[in-house]
């Protein structure tokens, strides 16, 4: 596979579930992130994670719990969610680490919808 | 204040036209880079085109070019001979001065284009 996957595409969880996104980029990149998109809102950062440091969390609530076992894996754990986290969740890779130049563009997956029930 | 913002969140444009997508931008630095994503009805955020502050031409890469008006902040999206395969959502981001823990793209809220047979 080329690019940045994400699975499931599709996910249904009740408030007490438990569950976990995974992101998985194929471009050798260095710089993973986690998106929230939200109806009639802009695209939200989450989280940066630069060469496995997480080196931004973008006042996220703790019931969302990244983890980024190697430059290539990007997980987001959920528990106790609320139905206001339903949404689509999007995972980039960059090439570059920190202070990286302008031209460094974010490659972006196809998403993992959302919904809580 | 915003730091991204496209004024029409929705247009309708007659195949093979061509269609400008407004993108205004606010920062206070020097360098920065903007950048225009797609996003189809399958939710991943597809990078079309990048602008450098300092880049003296447009960019343009096949049927996308960059309308860059940097005294207007401006970098309006121009897509010549439009194709149906064009609809979906437009996001227009930028980037700012690389710091530590500033690795984030800032997103507008969008343009729903749709191309009409």
């Known amino acids: 596979e080329t690019g940045v996957t994400q699975t499931p595409r599709h996910l249904v969880m009740g408030m007490t579930n438990k569950k976990s996104l995974k992101c998985e980029q194929h471009l050798g990149h260095n710089a993973m992130y986690w998106y929230k998109q939200s109806a009639k809102k802009p695209l939200e950062l989450m989280f940066v994670y630069s060469l496995e440091e997480r080196v931004e969390n973008n006042s996220v609530p703790s019931r969302f719990s990244p983890e980024c076992p190697n430059s290539s894996h990007l997980f987001l754990h959920l528990h106790t969610l609320q139905p206001e986290d339903s949404a689509l969740y999007l995972c980039?890779?960059?090439?570059?680490?920190?202070?990286?130049?302008?031209?460094?563009?974010?490659?972006f997956g196809p998403g993992t919808r959302l919904t809580v029930l | 204040a915003q730091k991204i913002t496209q004024t029409q969140p929705g247009m309708f444009v007659q195949e093979k036209e061509a269609v400008t997508l407004d993108c205004t931008y606010d920062t206070s630095d020097q360098s920065y880079g903007l950048f225009w994503y797609k996003q189809p009805s399958s939710g991943e955020m597809i990078f079309l085109i990048y602008?450098?502050?300092?880049?003296?031409q447009n960019a343009t890469e096949g049927r996308y070019s960059l309308n860059f008006q940097k005294a207007r902040k401006s970098a309006n999206l121009v897509i010549s001979a439009s194709q149906l395969g064009d609809s979906a959502m437009y996001f227009c981001a930028m980037r700012e001065t690389p710091n530590f823990g500033n690795e984030k793209l800032t997103f507008g809220t969008g343009t729903r284009l749709t191309i009409i047979p």
């Open positions: 980039a890779s960059s090439q570059d680490r920190l202070g990286g130049p302008f031209t460094d563009t974010q490659y």
């Open positions: 602008q450098g502050s300092y880049d003296e």
